[in-house]
């Protein structure tokens, strides 16, 4: 599902540098639509809230370095509706300008969390590690250097954009490392209930009383909704004040969806949905 737009040229923003993860996302699945990167994830969500882009491709979870911390702030507040979510499989490759070989590398470049779910090949050839803000942006920082003792650890679309060549592929230590992206919209889009598997993604808050919690989830229990994902986070740097962010299948139109909100509104101080969108078929995939 994706949203119908009146606009010429179509926009979504993302963050990084072109060849980027979420600039593949991007690629892959809003094809004719204009990526557009943006330094921060301050500035996608400013260029959608403002118009300068039409959607937004945020990544929310990673398999092995788990949530990213920023978006779970930024997303409750922004006033944008999840529409759509999408999984890729992170795939890392060892990079450098032509005429770089294994034996000429001494340092290689990336993001800090790409350095660290690629130690194997890093200790295996003895590299030094370096740091950079941003897996593309090492690879565009290495074609800048042309020097064939450094390389970085990129996406592959990042050689293509920036000329390098690919020395080694799939250089990340895990298999299974995966990112889940969601797709944000000024408008509340909602799918249809009765076509296909729905996620419905939510925020409220507790009240500060005994139990408040367990009495809040005890309806989704209750009624027999799965939820796929409860997170905590402190809002207004009160210890007392915590808001949780949850995920369950189904549409709030759902019987037993729509009782466990019911019971969930009355022990809580608010309940906002933040969307309500198909699940990825990426989902069908993972064992329970």
Not at 109 to 135: M, N, W, Y
Not at 148 to 173: F, M
């Amino acid at each position: 599902m994706k949203p119908v737009t009146t606009s010429t040229t179509r926009r979504i923003a993302y963050q990084g540098e072109p060849g980027a993860n979420s600039h593949q996302v991007c690629k892959e699945h809003y094809p004719d639509w204009e990526a557009v990167p943006c330094a921060s994830f301050e500035d996608v969500f400013a260029a959608v809230e403002s118009g300068d882009a039409d959607l937004a491709m945020i990544p929310i979870d990673n398999s092995i370095a788990g949530r990213v911390a920023d978006i779970h702030h930024f997303l409750p507040g922004s006033g944008l509706h999840i529409v759509a979510e999408h999984f890729l499989r992170i795939r890392f490759c060892l990079m450098g300008v032509p005429g770089t070989t294994l034996g000429t590398i001494r340092t290689v470049h990336s993001h800090v969390h790409a350095l660290g779910q690629c130690r194997k090949i890093i200790r295996e050839h003895g590299f030094t590690p370096v740091i950079s803000g941003d897996t593309a942006g090492a690879a565009r920082e290495v074609k800048e250097f042309a020097d064939p003792t450094q390389a970085a650890i990129s996406p592959p679309l990042a050689a293509d954009i920036y000329g390098l060549e690919i020395l080694a592929e799939d250089v990340e230590d895990e298999e299974h490392n995966t990112t889940r992206f969601v797709v944000l919209s000024r408008e509340l889009i909602e799918a249809p209930p009765g076509n296909g598997p729905v996620v419905t993604s939510f925020i409220f808050n507790v009240r500060n009383l005994p139990a408040a919690l367990y009495k809040a989830l005890g309806g989704f229990a209750t009624n027999g909704v799965n939820m796929t994902k409860l997170e905590s986070y402190m809002v207004g740097g009160e210890f007392t004040a915590t808001q949780f962010l949850a995920e369950v299948d189904g549409h709030p139109d759902d019987a037993g969806l729509k009782r466990a909100l019911e019971e969930l509104a009355f022990f809580t101080t608010d309940v906002t949905v933040l969307g309500v969108y198909p699940a990825d078929p990426f989902r069908a995939t993972v064992s329970r």
